[in-house]
């Protein structure tokens, strides 16, 4: 059974042009470990304006449990931060969520 991962990180649009500049920065850091992780099928990018705040969302989808391990460690549910994210967004959430895929397109 797949299952889908979900990461909502958000930065603020007054910080430098930040939310143009964080799709870059992700590009560069976690969507390439994405990619290189055996088991995983996919990430989608989101971005969501909401007055002087960018919001993001980030949906990846797995073939396993196991699969994500590769990517994030022994704890699943820890997010996994990268030198740099700091600059970008206003807070770190710590945690991630993860739901089975019970249908899909």
């Known amino acids: 059974m797949d299952i889908l991962k979900g990461w909502n990180p958000f930065c603020s649009l007054s910080i430098f042009g930040k939310p143009d ?3 870059e920065f992700l590009e560069k850091t976690g969507l390439q ?6 088991g995983n ?8 304006f909401d007055g002087d705040e960018a919001h ?6 797995w073939a396993s449990e196991e699969a994500i391990r590769k990517f994030a460690g022994a704890d699943t ?11 970008y967004l206003l807070e ?4 991630v969520i993860h739901y089975e895929v019970l249908f899909s397109p």
């Not at 770190?92 to 945690?95: A, N």
């Open 41 to 48: 099928r996919g990430v989608f990018v989101l971005r969501n």
């Open 21 to 23: 500049k964080y799709p």
């Open 56 to 61: 993001f969302l980030l949906i990846s989808l």
């Open 77 to 87: 549910s820890t997010a996994r931060y990268y030198p740099g994210d700091e600059e």
């Open 92 to 95: 770190l959430e710590p945690t």
């Open 33 to 38: 470990d994405y990619r290189r992780t055996e």
